[in-house]
């Protein structure tokens, strides 16, 4: 990080950090620049022209995007010189610009709207025909292009070209004739494009699931994190009364910067839409209880009639921190019973050598140190997405080394340093390499790849490693450990460890990991040695001819779900399951930091959802817990290292992409 100096903007002494654009530093002060091509996660244009400033000492106006910060500084925004001229180059973007504000998407979020009235340009000068350009032109799953509106800000451009290294995107012709267009009729094929939505600064490019549905003041808005991945983006999701129009990104620099994948974003149909199991069924009755209180006294009942110690619990990958303590407290106040959670025997193992050891990443600041970057085991733009935007991030603006291990195809064929295909087995060689290099050892190369990738590796600059889940097989697992134990005993250390679990809260439950607790690879097992005579299953089972079998003979069979088709044949109890955009709570993300959920809307009736109706069979079956998910924290928290002690102290991101451009209803 660049040392912080002074300048003066406006007659205001602004602290900032030498070498950052002069008009990001403005915006962080809270003195307002118009702009249009410059975008704090993008970069820098300079061909809008529109943040023109005045700096002593200059003779002529500057772009404050393109103007380094440097010590001393006098900045005048708002001079007689600088307005006029910023009036000037709006009065050109208006030129042909569609007078359709009223019906248009962004009206309400307009950068170009309110800057346009900010300067009073009340009154068009232009006496010809206005250009005019193909409209509602469906470009891709998600995004609509309106080619009139666009002012070739050439934001969407610069992200596709950078970000997603697909160049679907570009500007053709020159002059009066540029325009967007994607080359040769394609659609765009990233997973990303719901960020070319919030990034426009006018409604050139808007969201298909949006799209009239609603205006932003007629809309409220609920801080929360995305649950798609265990990244845990954090989010904003905007409702108008209990229905959810569409999510955004908050800026996290921690988690997700700016952006949200498109999996994430688009969740909302598949998970809240439809027809949702809102109270409990038990098939073969016909009807459900009348009453909360009458549902959790039945069930307590069908419960206690299970042989101590051979009732299961199963959580689904998506319960909350406090969702999951509940679940531990009945499971032991219960018959004895177990809880089986979705992480790997490999995940648990490395996961807690890694919480001893002092190469556990701290993420993203070890990220932002390191010259080099390895990814193991991984395509992030399946698992992990949005970490694909940060290190194409990193490769651009860093000129940050990328080196894969994996798959044939690792998605950065066009910016990596090195790529390794190593899969199953030949992953414990590749194990046993790194181990060598960390020791000072030569490792010899057996082809062209390898030729490339352990030089890169070999060097004492600090490396950051991604090290997924999925290749934390048996054969692999005593070779890292090995490998980390190395790392760890270097002298100076250079490894940075981040593990990247695939369940969206499997951190947190492996925060709160107990001997009552075994991974989900352990059921199947422990059912086939008759060990499981009761279930309790939270989310989907799976359906093979094994299983079945085993179903059709428990004495209990019980299952939440979110619709009533997703329940198994054989479950004698259907009870209603939330999504993350309905819940209260917390998750623990892969990286280790805990962020807030908040409900954004209700499909279950009062009394149902499961962190409620687990409190009331608690308190039937002896294991009381609170109702409320702040209570749940505070009694989770007490034990566990790192977390905050109360809900209320958990850090998060109030900022959103409106901040930096007054996008918001005035």
Not at 425 to 449: M, Q, S, W, Y
Request: hydrophobic content about 35%; some cysteine.
């Amino acid at each position: 990080m660049s040392p912080k100096v002074n300048l003066k903007i406006d007659g205001k002494v602004v602290q900032a950090e030498a070498g950052s654009p002069l008009l990001q530093a403005s915006l962080d002060a809270g003195i307002e620049i118009p702009h249009f091509c410059y975008h704090p996660g993008i970069g820098v244009e300079g061909s809008c022209r529109l943040c023109l400033v005045d700096i002593k000492g200059m003779p002529k106006m500057q772009t404050s995007c393109t103007v380094p910060v440097k010590e001393g500084l006098d900045v005048n925004t708002q001079s007689d010189a600088v307005k006029k001229a910023r009036k000037g180059v709006l009065e050109f973007f208006l030129l042909h610009h569609p007078l359709d504000c009223p019906f248009c998407d962004k009206g309400g979020e307009c950068p170009l709207q309110n800057f346009t009235l900010d300067s009073g340009q009340f009154a068009s000068r232009f006496e010809f025909q206005k250009t005019h350009r193909p409209k509602h032109q469906i470009i891709g799953d998600h995004i609509i292009l309106d080619k009139e509106r666009c002012i070739l800000c050439n934001r969407c451009v610069r992200f596709s070209r950078d970000f997603t290294g697909r160049e679907e995107l570009q500007i053709r012709n020159r002059g009066a004739g540029s325009e967007i267009f994607v080359p040769e009729n394609a659609q765009l094929t990233n997973g990303f494009t719901g960020n070319l939505a919030d990034i426009c600064p006018v409604g050139a490019l808007t969201a298909r699931e949006f799209r009239f549905k609603a205006r932003p003041w007629e809309m409220k808005t609920v801080d929360t994190v995305c649950g798609e991945c265990s990244l845990g983006c954090s989010a904003q999701v905007w409702r108008k009364e209990d229905k959810i129009f569409r999510m955004t990104p908050r800026i996290e620099p921690a988690v997700n910067e700016w952006w949200l994948c498109d999996r994430g974003r688009f969740s909302l149909d598949p998970l809240v839409g439809g027809e949702r199991l809102q109270q409990p069924l038990i098939p073969g009755n016909g009807s459900a209880p009348q009453t909360v209180e009458e549902t959790a006294r039945l069930l307590a009942q069908e419960i206690r009639r299970v042989p101590e110690g051979s009732l299961a619990w199963i959580v689904d990958s998506s319960v909350t921190n406090e969702e999951f303590y509940q679940v531990k407290s009945l499971a032991k106040a219960a018959l004895n019973g177990r809880v089986f959670a979705p992480v790997s025997r490999g995940g648990i193992e490395i996961w807690e050598t890694l919480r001893k050891s002092s190469v556990r990443a701290d993420f993203p600041a070890s990220l932002d140190r390191a010259p080099t970057v390895l990814i193991l085991g991984e395509r992030l733009e399946n698992d992990h997405p949005v970490l694909v935007l940060r290190l194409r991030r990193q490769v651009h603006f860093h000129r940050t080394q990328m080196v894969t291990i994996g798959g044939e195809n690792m998605g950065f064929d066009d910016i990596e340093a090195g790529h390794l295909t190593a899969e199953g087995e030949r992953l414990e060689r590749v194990f046993h390499a790194l181990d060598r290099i960390e020791k000072g050892e030569t490792v010899p190369a057996k082809n062209k790849a390898e030729e490339i990738v352990w030089p890169i590796l070999s060097t004492d600059q600090p490396l950051f490693v991604f090290l997924s889940e999925h290749v934390l097989s048996d054969p692999n697992i005593a070779a890292v450990k090995k490998w980390l134990s190395s790392a760890a005993q270097r002298s100076p250390r250079r490894i940075s460890v981040a593990l990247l679990l695939s369940a969206s809260n499997a951190h947190g439950m492996l925060d709160q990991w107990s001997d009552r607790v075994r991974p989900f690879s352990d059921l199947e097992e422990e059912i086939q040695r008759g060990k499981v005579q009761g279930l309790l299953w939270m989310g989907r089972t799976p359906s093979t001819p094994i299983f079945d079998e085993y179903a059709r003979g428990m004495r209990l069979f019980g299952q939440w779900v979110t619709r009533s088709g997703e329940a198994h044949p054989e479950a004698k109890w259907i009870l209603p399951l939330d999504t993350f955009y309905e819940k209260r709570g917390t998750y623990t993300n892969t990286f280790g930091r805990v962020q807030r959920l908040r409900r954004s809307t209700r499909r279950i009736a009062p009394g149902y959802e499961p962190l409620t109706f687990l409190s009331a069979l608690s308190a039937l079956l002896g294991a009381a817990t609170p109702k409320e998910a702040g209570a749940v924290y505070e009694d989770l928290a007490q034990d566990l290292t790192g977390y905050p002690k109360k809900v209320t102290e958990i850090p998060e991101s109030t900022r959103t992409y409106a901040h930096y451009e007054r996008a918001v209803w005035r």
